[in-house]
Structure formats: C-alpha cells, structure tokens
C-alpha cells in the first residue's frame, strides 16, 4: 500500500511537471538563477573565511624586549605570551637576527651598521589564532615584565575584520532574499496546476480523500523543481568557479597576499547539501502555500 502510494505520489508530482510546461520552466528558470547567485556568494564567503583563517596564522605583532633582559627572562617571557589565549604562536627574534634585518634592508649600506652588535632588542614575533583578539593580547602582554613596547597593524586588522563581517552580513540577507524570491515563484507555478485541477480536488475531497493525501503530488512536483534547479545549478556554479580560480590563481596577487583559495572539491559537498536542503524545503513549503487557497488546513 506504502509502495503503491509513493508510485502515485511521483507519477503525478511528474504529471503536473509536464502540464504545465511553460510554468514549470519559469518556475525551473528563476529556481536556477535564485541558487547560482547564492552559490557565488556562498563561495566568496567561505573564500573569505579561508583567507581571513591564514591571515590569523599570519598577521600578528612583534613585542620588542627590554634591552637588558636575560635570556632566561626572555624565555619566560615567551613561555607567558604563549599561554595566553588567542596566541597561535611566539617566535624569538634575537639581537643579532634583529640587526641582520636592518642589514638586509641597507644593502649596500650595510657597513654603517658596523660596531652597532646588541643595539637592536630581541623580540617575538606573536601570531593570533583569531584577529578579533589582537586588542586584548596586545593589553595583556603590555602588562609582562621585560616588555618594552608593541608594534602591530591594527588598521590592517580592523579593515580585514570589517570585510570579514560585511561579506557575512550580505551573504546571510541575499540568501533570505533569494529563498522569498524562490518560494514566491514556486507557490505561484503550483498555484495554477491547482487551479487547472480544482474540479478533480473538490471530487476528491467529496469521495474522503484526506488534504494529506491531495497535497501530496504537488509537494511532490515542487521538489522535483527544486531538486533539478539543484543539480543543474551546481554544475554551472562548478564549470564558473574552476575558470575563475584558474585565473586567479594564476595572476600574481595571490602570492602578493601569500594566501590561497578553496578549490571547488573543497565546496563541493556543502553546496550540494545547501542546495539540496533550499530545492525540498522551498518546493515544500512553495507547494503548501499554494494549497492553502483549496484546502482546509
């Protein structure tokens, strides 16, 4: 009976596809641009994440040390900034290290530095495993003995933040947007097969059919536009995004940035689980609003 059932349900969700052939389309259509605006602003973000994720390994601050400490307080000094929560990482950077890098830096000037060996302090070179917290390591460390001062890009910081968080705020009202934009259009697809069947619902209801049982197929044939409109999109969104990232990937701005982006494999599993989870629950819930004009729900 199950069985019998679930054959009629599908039959007829497929029926009402292929009846109404010109709504199916638009509804498929706007389905299909709906999710592939979501699936490039789904990419971009988890790019962005990815990115901001090894600029926190990355970006950091150097915490200069007292010129007169010992190294036995300069290595407890970097046992403390260790512990502290929020630090990735803390590297020494010694005197004679610290010199070498002025050094690099003149060139051929190199020999004015002469005679200057245990001038430039040691330091530790201090990454964060989140940029929200650079604030609040930077006070705690200030507050260590044998720290002399701290020099950090606290614009560059706040900026990648702020992108961060824009990037985030857009995605989550496009995808609102989009799923509205989608629903609207699927109810009103399913909304005229209803009406072109209203005479065989009203009979169907006069015999005892339950509205469960009536609403079934076209829950059904929203799915099924969902479903299609998924997988096409998909395809689309992965032929686009390989091209880009090619391109990108083989400018030298990302090398610049020392940073690399996602391959589609990377994205693929949670696209198809997003757009799987949009294509049933907006046909569901598409399809339930269209019924509620002739059924008593």
Do not use: W
């Amino acid at each position: 009976m199950r069985y019998n059932s679930f054959t009629y349900l599908l039959s007829e969700g497929f029926r009402n596809l292929f009846k109404n052939k010109k709504a199916t389309m638009s509804s498929l259509v706007t389905m299909i641009c709906a999710m592939f605006l979501f699936g490039i602003f789904f990419a971009i973000g988890e790019n962005v994440n990815t990115i901001m994720e090894q600029v926190n390994m990355a970006q950091g601050m150097e915490v200069f040390i007292d010129i007169d400490a010992t190294d036995e307080e300069i290595s407890e000094l970097g046992n403390k900034i260790r512990s502290l929560g929020g630090v990735n990482s803390a590297t020494l950077k010694t005197k004679q290290e610290a010199l070498d890098s002025v050094k690099d830096e003149l060139k051929d000037f190199q020999t004015l530095l002469e005679g200057f060996e245990g001038v430039f302090p040691a330091s530790y070179i201090v990454t964060l495993t989140d940029l929200n917290l650079s604030e609040q390591v930077k006070s705690e460390i200030l507050q260590m003995e044998n720290v002399d001062e701290i020099m950090s890009s606290d614009q560059t910081i706040e900026l990648l933040i702020k992108i961060a968080n824009g990037v985030r705020v857009a995605i989550a009202v496009i995808f609102v947007l989009l799923i509205i934009i989608a629903i609207t259009i699927i109810s009103n697809t399913i909304k005229l097969t209803v009406h072109a069947r209203r005479k065989e619902i009203s009979i169907m209801k006069y015999v005892g059919a339950t509205n469960s049982f009536i609403r079934g197929p076209f829950i059904v044939e929203g799915i099924i536009i969902g479903i299609i409109a998924a997988l096409i999109t998909v395809c689309i969104v992965g032929v686009l995004y390989n091209v880009i990232i090619e391109k990108i990937e083989s400018s030298m701005i990302l090398q610049q940035m020392q940073v690399s982006l996602l391959q589609f494999q990377d994205l693929s599993r949670y696209i198809l689980i997003v757009y799987a989870v949009l294509g049933i629950g907006i046909g569901i819930v598409g399809s339930s609003i269209s019924m509620r004009k002739y059924l008593e729900v």
